[in-house]
């Protein structure tokens, strides 16, 4: 695995669904309060353990998993958040446990608790950079409700760009981006290094009725991704929602004994348009990172089962454990001149084991024998999984961080989710399906 430049680390963590409402008892006491006394309101709560499985982050589990990853990547300048950072809810909770129903006292609560995360995390990394994203809970009107001019772009964006930006140029790049459709790009080492290039992909979910929009910011993506060509810039490009399957709703079917036809988590639409950039600028994309499934996966990037992938979507596992899944986080290790991945080191905490604590829970090249820096490694990883027993084990413990739930891969779904890994289009998805059906 050859390199071409220094080797450097950023930290990946998504789907936090942070939940304020998680001891009920305490809810009127924020909403009343300034954000600035929510710690210690938190600390002097008497609910002090982690959340469940099915239930999203409490304080503890959230306090917890900062702490870990401040240990763990204290030296990493720049952090990943590829969304999802209110609970499931969070719109009918609010009313219900303070009594008020009305906008401008949810707007407030919206606004303290991403404040609140914000500096819960500004505090153990003062000096990184965090990409911050949209996620489908990330929004004042409710899930999927994102829309340009969204409220919560204008409720959030000083406190992101204060705490987690760290030039004028990269704020005022954010505040402009960010504040009307919650997407934006940075170039934080000037025309000359790394872009990103953070997404708003909710109104591409076939639960949006942003269709507009979402035609607009493909738009946008495009010009970013020829402007970044033309400057032989890479790219990185983080978003919350992956290409391809929904392979859990897939995969429930398939326990079931129902071979579903393929749903995707995108709009097919704008699935396709998406991965067809992904695909025409994949020499200038350097690295795709997503949340949303609350899974550690990784999705290949081409448009049809014959075509070998040319891209790599990283899927971060959640911090939530709403899914049955024990929370994790990841640290992934990168060539600083070509801005490939090499490899990652994902953490999780045993929620089923008390007292464990959070730890290295495997080195994805040590476990599968290959890192992440080519299409050769991903397809050698990729087939190990469909052929290869101890690789296939491997994967179906990971996937939810080795939590023994009913959200566990088994002999019967992991076809399922091999397919999502492997196809990112319906039209891939269902080719490979037939041949595997078939073999």
């Known amino acids: 695995m050859a390199t071409t430049g220094a080797t450097g ?9 942070f939940d304020p409402f998680a ?21 002097a709560s008497g609910q002090t353990a982690f959340s469940a499985y099915g239930t999203d982050t409490d304080y503890s589990l959230f306090e917890s998993a900062l702490d870990s990853m401040a240990r763990t990547a204290s030296g990493v300048d720049l952090i990943i958040f590829p969304g999802d950072a209110l609970a499931h809810g969070f719109w009918s909770k609010y009313p219900a446990l303070t009594g008020d129903a009305s906008e401008a006292g949810l707007e407030s609560f919206i606004q303290k608790t991403v404040t609140f995360f914000v500096g819960e995390v500004d505090s153990r990394f003062p000096d990184a950079t965090v990409l911050w994203t949209i996620g489908n809970n990330d929004s004042a009107d409710g899930d999927y409700k994102s829309a340009p001019g969204d409220a919560y772009f204008s409720l959030t964006a000083p406190a992101v760009a204060s705490a987690f930006l760290g030039n004028d140029a990269d704020r005022a790049a954010f505040l402009t981006g960010y504040s009307q459709g919650g997407y934006y790009a940075l170039e ?10 953070v997404l708003n992909d909710i109104y591409w979910s076939e639960k949006s009725e942003e269709t507009a929009a979402g035609v607009m910011e493909l738009a946008w993506f495009a010009g970013e991704l020829a402007d970044a060509a033309r400057d032989f810039q890479k790219v990185w490009v983080v978003t ?27 709009a097919d639409g704008f699935n396709n348009a998406f991965v067809a950039l992904e695909t025409a600028y994949s020499a200038t994309i350097a690295a795709t ?80 024998g290959h890192g992440l820096a080519t299409a050769g490694d991903w397809l050698t990883v990729a087939g190990g999984v469909l052929l290869d027993p101890v690789s296939r084990a491997a994967y179906a413990d990971y996937y939810t961080a080795q939590a023994d739930t009913d959200a566990a891969v088994s002999a019967q779904t992991l076809p399922v989710y091999w397919l999502a890994m492997t196809n990112a289009t319906s039209s891939g998805y ?7 059906a078939a073999s």
């Open 289 to 368: 990172f997503t949340g949303h499934t609350h899974r550690d996966e990784f999705r290949l990037v081409s448009f049809d089962a014959a075509t070998a992938p040319t891209e790599l979507t990283s899927v971060s596992l959640s911090i939530s454990p709403v899914d049955s899944n024990n929370p994790g986080y990841e640290i992934y290790a990168y060539d600083t001149a070509s801005g490939d991945l090499l490899d990652k080191a994902t953490y999780s905490l045993d929620l089923a084991a008390p007292g464990s604590g959070w730890s290295l829970e495997y080195d994805f090249a040590a476990v599968y």
């Open 240 to 266: 919350h929602i992956p290409v391809g399957a929904d392979a859990k709703s897939l995969a429930d079917k398939a326990e079931a004994g129902d071979a579903a036809a393929y749903k995707g988590l995108l």
């Open 430 to 436: 269902a080719a490979a399906s037939s041949l595997l």
């Open 23 to 43: 001891d009920q008892a305490l809810v009127p006491a924020l909403a009343a309060a300034d954000v600035s006394q929510w710690k210690s309101l938190f600390a």
């Open 9 to 17: 680390s950023v930290l990946v963590f998504s789907d936090v669904h």
């Open 188 to 197: 934080p080492d000037g025309p000359t290094g790394i872009r990103y290039v």
